[in-house]
C-alpha cells in the first residue's frame, strides 16, 4: 500500500535532548513537509522539502532541523534549543507542492517531553 | 501574517442535524481553500476543496460555500451522523508565496451525538 510512514508514534525525551523523528513515503511525490498540531492553533508548518536536498524553512523551524537525502525520506529532529517540543508532528507529502491542494499526510508522532 | 481564522472551535450535532464550520481570511491572494477531515490519532485528509471562482461546491453530504466578497468559506455537513465526529481544518494556499504553502485554521472539533 502507498503511503507515508511515521515512527515511531510515540516518544518521551528528557529536556536537552535531541530526538529524531523518521518519515518515509513510498508515494513517488516530490515535495514533504512537517507540521507540528497544537490544540486550537491548527498545523504550523515546521520545514518543507520540493527536491532532493534542498529544504525551506517553514513558520515555525527554530529549534527543529531536518535533512532530504532521498526522495523517500525526511527526518525531523527536534533539537534541546526548542523550547516547548511536546506536540503531535505531522509528516506530510504532495506531488508537485500544495498548489494541488491535496496533501497526504502520515499518523504522526506524539512527542512528549519529560 | 497570513492568518485563516476557523470557528467554532468546537461544535456538538445531533445526529441528522447539520454542522456549519466557518472560515475567515484576509489576504485576496489566497485562491484555494481545502478542508481535511482529522480523526482521532491520525493525520488529516483531504475532504473537499473549492476555488474562489465558484460560489459553491458539493460532495455528497458535504458542501463548501464560498463568499469571496465577505473573504469567507464554510463548511456544511448535511445530515450528519456520528461517523463524521472528527477535527476539521479549513485551510488556504496563495500561489505567490515560494512554495506555495498551505495555511491552516485552528481546527474545529466536532462531535455528533446519536
Known amino acids: 500500500d502507498g503511503g507515508i510512514t511515521q515512527s515511531p508514534k510515540y516518544l518521551f525525551r528528557k529536556e536537552g535532548q535531541n530526538v529524531t523523528l523518521s518519515c518515509e513515503q513510498n508515494?513517488?511525490?516530490?515535495?514533504m513537509y512537517w507540521y507540528r498540531q497544537d490544540p486550537g492553533q491548527g498545523l504550523r508548518l515546521i520545514y518543507y522539502s520540493q527536491i532532493v536536498n534542498d529544504f525551506q524553512k517553514g513558520d515555525i523551524a527554530e529549534g527543529y532541523s531536518v535533512s532530504r537525502e532521498k526522495k523517500e525520506s525526511f527526518p525531523l529532529t527536534v533539537t534541546s534549543a526548542q523550547k516547548n517540543p511536546t506536540a503531535f508532528y505531522l509528516c506530510a507529502s504532495s506531488l508537485f507542492g500544495t498548489a494541488t491542494g491535496e496533501l497526504f499526510f502520515g499518523e504522526g508522532s506524539r512527542l512528549t517531553v519529560l | 501574517q497570513q492568518q485563516v481564522k476557523q470557528s467554532p472551535q468546537s461544535l456538538i450535532v445531533q445526529k441528522g442535524g447539520i454542522s456549519i464550520i466557518n472560515c475567515a481570511y484576509e489576504n485576496t491572494a489566497f485562491d484555494y481553500f481545502p478542508w481535511y477531515q482529522q480523526f482521532p490519532g491520525k493525520g488529516p485528509a483531504l475532504l473537499i476543496a473549492i476555488r474562489p471562482d465558484v460560489s459553491e461546491k458539493k460532495e455528497g453530504r458535504f458542501t463548501i460555500s464560498f463568499n469571496k466578497s465577505a473573504k469567507q468559506f464554510s463548511l456544511h455537513i448535511m445530515d450528519s451522523q456520528p461517523g463524521d465526529s472528527a477535527t476539521y481544518f479549513c485551510a488556504a494556499s496563495n500561489p505567490n508565496n515560494a512554495g506555495n504553502m498551505l495555511t491552516f485554521g485552528g481546527g474545529t472539533r466536532l462531535m455528533v451525538k446519536p
Open positions: 508515494l513517488n511525490h516530490d515535495a
